[in-house]
């Protein structure tokens, strides 16, 4: 019994076998011409590895200088393109360097024509396209702000390390004063803002004053003066003696006739010296109870009051003094009675103490009674050997009330009968409008600005 031959799977078909078009060839030879191009433009073959882009997504191209055009300068500028027309991908398509044989590797397009049967060749930059995730502002600006802060910090520690003291207080002064919002995830923001001072920072800026309540040079000058330790003057006065009145010097009319000077008087018309702790008041003592005059008498005589009680204080702490207890006192309270003392610890301490403030309204007080009985113009060496104030200090102090101080001239030196050695060591104060008080100093970084 003979046996069937299975049919093959292509005989399951139609039946009708497939055959081969031969396609029409042409004979004639094909013409291969290459076109050298020297420009940077031309076609570019880009492949995408892992990456799906849409069809219609364009491109900005760019020429960048490589890197080794110094060693080959007729080589010709890399090809960039660059695409952010996504969200948040940046995508740059550019060549990668290759390893091996590809590195010598190079990239045509083929252009053929069938009519005329020329295969034309191009040049063709083989490029890479890759993505990157596109960086905000705000994670710039975090970055910088980070970098400048390690920067910082590092210099900090170098020069609280190795640094003069001046760096160091320096740094330290910076860390105190700084700033700085802190990093939190709950910011507010405002319009014009991008970002909003943390709850320290806010309540700090928010207590400064705005720039229209900010005081001007002079309206600043006007409450130093006002605060300073000195009697007020009277800015209106067209002459010298109404600048400062007696009686606001003295603390009122009723001081001097409580001062009794009929015991001077006696003494100096029975001829006799009277002895003085005060080298101001022992040279113009006799010359003004002869002058008959009883009030610059009492006005001399409360000056020496304040001397006395001036020497009397006592140095308590730093800087400090302090006035005696009643029985330490001794001949002081004997000599001018308890009420008048005690009025002095009234008018120029607190509880029985001076700080600066108060040793300088004493002293300045002392001063312009001074200059005031001098007609307007004194020596300053009698105060300051009474005081014990050195040259500068006693000249300070005058100028606070206005005055000039310079060396005597040579009419004053004859008249008050010094020879010119003698004459260096001696400073003229003169009271003089207008009044001409001490300014608020300026620093030299503020000088230098304007």
Excluded at 192 to 213: F, K
Excluded at 289 to 313: C, P, T
């Amino acid at each position: 019994m003979a046996e069937k031959k299975r049919k093959r799977h292509s005989d399951l078909h139609d039946g009708q076998p497939k055959k081969k078009v031969a396609l029409a060839t042409s004979q004639k030879p094909i013409r291969v011409s290459l076109i050298e191009d020297e420009e940077p433009w031309g076609p570019v073959l880009a492949s995408a590895p892992g990456l799906a882009l849409p069809i219609n997504m364009s491109f900005k191209s760019f020429t960048k200088t490589r890197l080794n055009s110094s060693q080959h300068p007729n080589q010709a500028p890399e090809l960039l393109l660059y695409s952010s027309a996504h969200s948040r991908l940046d995508h740059i398509v550019r060549e990668e360097a290759s390893n091996g044989s590809e590195s010598h590797l190079k990239h045509y397009i083929g252009v053929y024509d069938p009519q005329s049967n020329n295969l034309h060749l191009i040049p063709a930059n083989n490029l890479v396209l890759r993505s990157t995730l596109r960086s905000t502002r705000k994670e710039r600006e975090d970055e910088d702000d980070t970098e400048a802060a390690n920067t910082m910090s590092a210099r900090s520690r170098l020069g609280l390390a190795f640094g003069t003291k001046k760096s160091q207080k320096a740094i330290h002064a910076m860390t105190a004063n700084a700033i700085q919002p802190s990093p939190s995830k709950n910011r507010n923001t405002s319009v014009g803002e991008n970002e909003s001072l943390d709850a320290v920072a806010a309540a700090v800026m928010s207590s400064m004053p705005s720039t229209a309540a900010i005081s001007t040079r002079e309206e600043m000058q006007a409450q130093i003066d006002e605060g300073k330790p000195r009697p007020k003057a009277n800015l209106q006065a067209e002459t010298p003696a109404e600048v400062y009145a007696v009686e606001d010097l003295v603390g009122g009319e009723s001081v001097l006739a409580n001062i009794g000077v009929k015991e001077w008087i006696d003494i100096i018309q029975a001829g006799r010296d009277i002895q003085t702790k005060s080298v101001f008041v022992s040279r113009r003592l006799q010359a003004t109870i002869k002058s008959g005059d009883v009030r610059r008498v009492k006005i001399l005589k409360y000056i020496l009051l304040l001397v006395e009680w001036f020497k009397a204080l006592k140095a308590k702490g730093k800087g400090g003094w302090r006035v005696p207890k009643f029985e330490d006192m001794g001949s002081l309270e004997e000599s001018w009675g308890s009420d008048i003392v005690k009025g002095l610890d009234r008018r120029f301490a607190e509880a029985h103490t001076l700080n600066t403030w108060h040793q300088d309204n004493l002293i300045i007080h002392i001063l312009a009674l001074a200059i005031v009985f001098d007609n307007f113009a004194t020596d300053t060496s009698d105060m300051r050997a009474d005081l014990k104030l050195e040259v500068k200090d006693v000249g300070r102090y005058y100028k606070e009330l206005g005055c000039v101080v310079a060396a005597p001239t040579e009419i004053e030196r004859n008249n008050l009968g010094f020879t010119k050695t003698e004459a260096g060591s001696h400073r003229i104060a003169k009271l003089r409008l207008p009044l001409v008080f001490p300014k608020m100093r300026i620093p030299a970084s503020a000088r230098r600005k304007k």
